[in-house]
């Protein structure tokens, strides 16, 4: 196999460097994220944080969701109410300020159930849990992608994120075969494949991701 991914040494510096912020964000509850030199910014986040990151972010743009995060911070995403939380995305240009508030606001009577979890079951179980609508767990808004997002975000290492940067750059260089529809049966097969891929280049899924993101962007982000 051709290899897609050859990238400059500096910038699998900032990927191991996120990789450990995630890390220590699952391990810890809370980790420093640096963005720079991509974006002057930095900021604490925690798990809930990270979750309502995940949450804006879906059919947005990561950079802008990263800005957001930094200027409502852990406690405005725990205490704000849905006109607050509403008024501050606006504010910072969300394009569905209203539903993402009322999701997030919706999700923090998950949280306490969700910690616990985190420690027993493996991610895949996790993100079924998370992504399933009949499942008691359920979070709004959260599909295999996002819940996959949220789930790498916070250490989690095999598990892939399937949005349209990895879909178009896998399709392009012939690693899976495109498709019309992404149903969860049709995201789990295509993850396997994911997973060789990254067995093949002696990588994990989370590294791969940041990578094939860096290479759609031009950016290390999250």
Excluded: W
Aim: glycine content about 4%.
């Amino acid at each position: 196999m051709n290899n897609p991914f050859n990238i400059e040494a500096d910038v699998y510096k900032h990927i191991r460097q996120r990789i450990k912020e995630f890390k220590k964000l699952g391990e810890k509850g809370e980790t420093l994220f640096n963005f720079k030199p991509y974006i002057d910014l930095e900021y604490k986040a925690d798990i809930f944080s990270e979750l309502s990151f995940c949450l804006l972010t879906a059919n947005f743009s990561a950079e802008r969701g990263i800005r957001i995060q930094a200027n409502i911070g852990i406690e405005g995403f725990k205490k704000f109410s849905v006109d607050e939380l509403t008024n501050k995305l606006k504010m910072y240009g969300h394009r569905f300020p209203q539903q993402r508030a009322e999701r997030i606001a919706g999700a923090r009577s998950k949280i306490e159930k969700l910690l616990k979890i985190l420690k027993e079951e493996d991610p895949k179980t996790i993100r079924r849990l998370i992504a399933n609508p009949s499942s008691p767990l359920k979070i709004k808004g959260m599909g295999y992608k996002e819940a996959s997002h949220f789930l790498r975000n916070i250490g989690f290492k095999n598990i892939a994120i399937l949005d349209r940067h990895v879909i178009r750059f896998l399709v392009s260089n012939k690693l899976i075969k495109p498709f019309k529809t992404l149903t969860p049966k049709i995201y789990e097969e295509t993850e396997k494949r994911v997973e060789d891929i990254s067995r093949e280049m002696n990588m994990d899924m989370a590294t791969l991701d940041l990578i094939v993101f860096y290479k759609a962007t031009g950016k290390v982000l999250k």
